[in-house]
Antibody, heavy 118, light 115 residues
């Protein structure tokens, strides 16, 4: 059974940094692209970043490009999202998601909340 | 970039009645080599993660009730709930996964309520 568990969310000041983690189990971690999606309060779902199974390719949404970095550690079966230069508009619940190849998101974690406020 | 537009933004349907949500893509998401539409539907309830309902525009995910169905091709797609149940109250999102390099754009969401 695929399981994803995010951690690392919390309160951070504008301009600060935070690193989210997503512990994965139940599948061959290096076989699957993985993605971060977020939902700001009262808003819709927003794709944040995707990383290939090998970690060699990364892709970002325009709103986070240059500030966020997605990475993965196959020895720990863990996906990461390093978030720098955080802004109030980055406040959201962040979900990690397993992809069925380069396609839809079939398994999701429960999410971790991030609040950017002074 | 592909833009996904859903209609309506909100919808109120009586229990047992049909609910229909539309999704329009600014460009075709039909991949000609395999004749597959790279379009998914998700259900999002408060406090829960999104749940995959439909992929390839019309393939129901395992465990999803048969009352949920997807249709359409190219740029116009529909999610239909044939007989609305109380537990179907949620926000529904369409998403394209056609873009290369990947840009997994979601529609703005449709809020479904009980009338």
């Amino acid at each position: 059974e695929v399981q994803l568990a995010e951690s690392g969310g919390g309160l951070v000041q504008p301009g600060g940094s935070l690193r989210l983690a997503c512990a994965a189990s139940g599948f061959t971690f290096s076989d699957s692209p993985m993605t971060w999606v977020r939902q700001a309060p009262g808003k819709g779902l927003e794709w944040v970043a995707t990383i290939s199974g090998s970690g060699g390719s990364t892709y970002y949404g325009d709103s986070v490009k240059g500030r966020f970095t997605v990475s993965r550690d196959s020895s720990k079966n863990t996906l990461y999202l390093q978030m720098n230069s955080l802004r109030a508009e980055d406040t959201a619940v962040y979900y990690c998601a397993h992809q069925s190849g380069w396609s839809y998101f079939d398994y999701w974690g429960q999410g971790t909340p991030v609040t950017v406020s002074s | 970039d592909i833009v996904m537009t859903q209609s309506p933004d909100s919808l109120a349907v009586s229990l047992g009645e049909r609910a229909t949500i539309h999704c329009k893509s600014s460009r075709s998401v039909l991949y000609n080599l395999n004749n597959q539409n790279y379009l998914a539907w998700y259900q999002k309830k408060p406090g829960q993660p999104p749940k995959l309902l439909i992929y390839r525009a019309s393939t129901r995910e395992s465990g999803v009730p048969e009352r949920f169905s997807g249709s359409g091709s190219g740029t116009d797609f529909t999610l239909t709930i044939s007989s609305l149940q109380a537990e179907d109250v949620a926000v529904y999102y369409c998403q394209q996964y056609y873009s290369a390099p990947p840009m997994y754009i979601f529609g703005q969401g449709t809020k479904l309520e009980i009338k």
